[in-house]
């Protein structure tokens, strides 16, 4: 059954399914001279260069590009974007497919290393290293890549990731009630 729900900010505007459909509602929109009626129609989508099925939403002559599965999550899974705190995750990894029985938050650290189809290691931030015949860790903070060093195991490698990892979670960890700063 298809469930719809007004989009928070442009409530009597457009609304959002859970099955990942975007409408725009039957309303009177004022022109510089004149007044037009706007019937209620399905929103056609465009694909990001990500390749996320996006609409264009439009209120008091300005409009925003929104993608499909953030709505979606917003008006049915309770989703407050935070940046890349939470994030929204397709579960059959089909970015078109944005349903809400579909859609989960996740933290963007999984998001991003859940599916290590064509890596060469088993573990997050490692691979091979084919010039040096060694494997190699890095990790991403804050948006930047950190080189860890080469290894001659995959496991050392993996060791050296977690313990970067460990080190940036216990410095983001709350130290009475105040907040640590995140280094670069």
């Known amino acids: 059954m298809e469930i719809w729900k007004d989009i928070e900010g442009y409530e009597g505007l457009y609304q959002v399914s859970n099955l990942g459909k975007v409408k725009s509602l039957e309303r009177k929109v004022k022109r510089s001279n004149h007044t037009i009626n706007v019937k209620e129609k399905i929103l056609k989508y465009a694909l990001s260069k990500h390749g996320y099925r996006v609409v264009s939403l439009w209120k008091n002559n300005k409009g925003k590009t929104k993608s499909i599965h953030v709505l979606v999550a917003v008006c049915f899974l309770n989703h407050k974007p935070n940046g890349y705190l939470l994030v929204v995750d397709h579960i059959d990894e089909n970015k078109e ?63 050296a990731y977690q313990k970067a990892l460990n080190k940036i979670l216990n410095y983001e960890k709350p130290y009475n009630n105040c907040k640590k700063r995140i280094f670069h």
């Open 97 to 159: 497919n944005n349903s809400s029985n579909n859609l989960r938050l996740t933290t963007n650290r999984f998001n991003c290393t859940r599916n290590q189809k064509g890596f060469s290691s088993q573990y997050v931030g490692v691979h091979w290293h084919k010039s040096y015949n060694k494997w190699q860790s890095i990790i991403m903070i804050k948006g930047k890549y950190k080189y860890l060093g080469r290894f001659h195991s995959e496991h050392e490698a993996h060791l």
